[in-house]
């Protein structure tokens, strides 16, 4: 254990990764450590939506930063822009879309309102009970399972070490920064970056810091290879819904339907009630669904704060210590905001502002 490092970035899903690459950019030396593999949890599984229509009002700045992002990693993380759609089938739904697209559209998203000629124009085997849809030219996917591969590629490129396998286990303090303990090793660094997702809460009670984390257990499926059926990333007005149909054919169903598990337990649980729920859904938009099959459903941890806003800043209590993390829609904006929480790491001024993991949190339904 000769090396001290400048920063430890213990997690390297998205947010520890991308933050590590701008970091090296400025000129410090990182270690991305993880427990698994890089990319393992959540920024792997995912179901790759990159939808502003289904990012929160006061996040849509960094969104759209992070849209641009993704645009120019491009093919090798499996980029598409083809447009998505957001559907209403209900008058209740229908106002829940007005108002909803309306404060995005306020907060600079491009997203406008469609006639049902012009849907059914681009997506003919949508169901045809539509009352309401919006459109964003800005929508797409990406493909989580090319996340750790990517960000591998990135790191080795730009001389950034990395280590696979490393469950922090311990930190402590020592004359120069920190001591970071692994069942077997130890790595030092002058500061640390905790940006270990679902795992953040038992990671800054290391610290002694207790950190108000919470997880869902999404649920995503794929099914066989189809005839291709739609172009567009398709949502639902109540947010329940996600599907994208891949070049393969096959089709990825998502929308944060519920599973059971905890982080701690490891991957977590189908809960099959909320699964037919979940399908029956995807069904009702697309009702040639009705004869596909499911191939693989899985289940991956997402983490939040009672208001639902990123935690990233200084850890309370610390000045070398940093958190990155529970940012709704995090796959979207991770590659952005890990690049902002570089920017502060290396004190440089930050374009847009960050979220204090310090302060009060008020309690709101997601
Ligand atoms: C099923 C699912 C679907 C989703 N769909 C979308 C979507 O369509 N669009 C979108 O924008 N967002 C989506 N999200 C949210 C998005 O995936 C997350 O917000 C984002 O990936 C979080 O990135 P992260 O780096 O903070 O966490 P993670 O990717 O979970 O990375 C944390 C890393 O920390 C490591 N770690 C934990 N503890 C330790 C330890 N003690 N020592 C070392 N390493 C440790 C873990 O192994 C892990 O690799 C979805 C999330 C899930 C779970």
């Avoid at 998505?84 to 995005?104: I, N, P, S, V, W």
């Avoid at 270990?196 to 099914?223: C, F, H, Y």
């Avoid at 208001?307 to 991770?334: H, N, S, W």
Wanted: charged residues 20%; glycine residues 12%; aromatic residues 8%.
């Amino acid at each position: 254990m000769n090396e001290i490092y400048d920063i430890a970035c213990i997690g390297g899903g998205i947010m520890g990764c991308a933050s590590a690459l701008q970091m090296a950019e400025g000129g410090i030396k990182p270690i991305v450590l993880d427990q698994g593999d890089l990319g393992q949890g959540a920024s792997g599984v995912n179901a790759g939506t990159l939808s502003l229509q289904i990012k929160r009002v006061k996040l849509m700045p960094y969104a759209l930063r992070g849209h641009q992002e993704w645009e120019s990693m491009g093919d090798a993380v499996g980029f598409r822009k083809t447009g998505g759609y957001t559907l209403a089938f209900t008058d209740h739904e229908a106002e829940l879309l007005q108002e909803r697209m309306r404060l995005k559209v306020d907060a600079g998203a491009p997203i406008e309102f469609v006639s049902n000629r012009v849907l059914n124009q681009a997506e003919p085997n949508l169901a045809d009970r539509v009352v309401a849809a919006s459109y964003c030219a800005e929508d797409g996917y990406a493909n989580s399972s090319l996340t750790g591969q990517f960000y591998r590629a990135k790191l080795k490129q730009q001389g950034v070490q990395y280590r696979e396998g490393f469950k922090v286990l311990g930190v402590e303090a020592c004359n120069d920064g920190y001591v970071i303990r692994s069942t077997n090793s130890s790595v030092k660094a002058k500061k640390l970056l905790l940006s270990a997702g679902a795992w953040l809460k038992p990671l800054a009670a290391l610290m002694d810091v207790e950190l108000p984390v919470q997880a869902r257990i999404n649920t995503v499926s794929v099914t066989e290879r189809l005839p291709m059926l739609m172009r567009s990333v398709i949502g639902h007005a109540t947010g329940l819904l996600t599907m994208k149909q891949k070049a393969n054919g096959t089709l990825l169903i998502g929308g944060g339907w519920q599973g059971r598990g905890t982080p701690e337990q490891g991957r977590g649980q189908i809960d099959t009630d909320s699964l037919r729920s979940n399908l029956a859904l995807a069904r009702h938009v697309l009702p040639a669904l009705e004869y596909a099959r499911i191939a693989r459903s899985w289940t991956g941890f997402e983490a939040h704060v009672p208001d639902f806003y990123p935690l990233a800043g200084k850890l309370p209590g610390y000045e070398d210590v940093f958190v990155l993390g529970c940012v709704r829609g995090g796959y979207t904006i991770g590659p952005y905001i890990g690049k902002l929480m570089g920017d502060y790491i290396l004190e440089r001024t930050t374009e847009l502002p960050l979220f204090d993991p310090g302060r009060n949190f008020v309690e709101v339904v997601a």
